[in-house]
Nanobody, 124 residues
Framework: QVQPVELGGGLVQAGGSLRLSCTAS????????MDWFRQAPGKDREFVAGISRFGKTTYYTDSVRGRFTISRDNAKTTMYLQMNSLKPEDTAVYYC?????????????????WGKGTQVTVSS
């Protein structure tokens, strides 16, 4: 199992940018699909972006497509989420998650390894 740790959250004005990173200890991350999820107060945890094991395929929820970019550097056991043109509705705790096996997923229940999350707050 890998143990993800998120870094890079903070407070930013609408229209600004933040870059989140997720480092994973325990095993090489090339064996894992990696996703970002977020959870706003009073709402369910939702999928934000995902990336295949070697970074060839990326996935985004519609609300962030064109503004967010997910990437990974397996040699550094790190995944990134570049967030541009941030909106107040992007405010949430952002979580990094890892999934083993052969099939990609956007469903939180399919992920076995989770970070503790990092707060992103976008002010209007």
């Amino acid at each position: 199992q890998v143990q993800p740790v998120e870094l890079g959250g903070g407070l930013v004005q609408a229209g600004g940018s933040l870059r989140l990173s997720c480092t994973a200890s325990g095993r090489t991350i090339s064996s894992y699909f990696m996703d970002w999820f977020r959870q706003a107060p009073g709402k369910d945890r939702e999928f934000v972006a995902g990336i295949s094991r070697f970074g060839k395929t990326t996935y985004y929820t519609d609300s962030v497509r064109g503004r967010f970019t997910i990437s990974r550097d397996n040699a550094k056991t790190t995944m990134y989420l570049q967030m541009n043109s941030l909106k107040p509705e992007d405010t949430a705790v952002y979580y990094c998650a890892a999934k083993g096996g052969a099939a990609y997923s956007k469903t939180p229940a399919d992920f076995s390894s989770w970070g503790k999350g990092t707060q992103v707050t976008v002010s209007s």
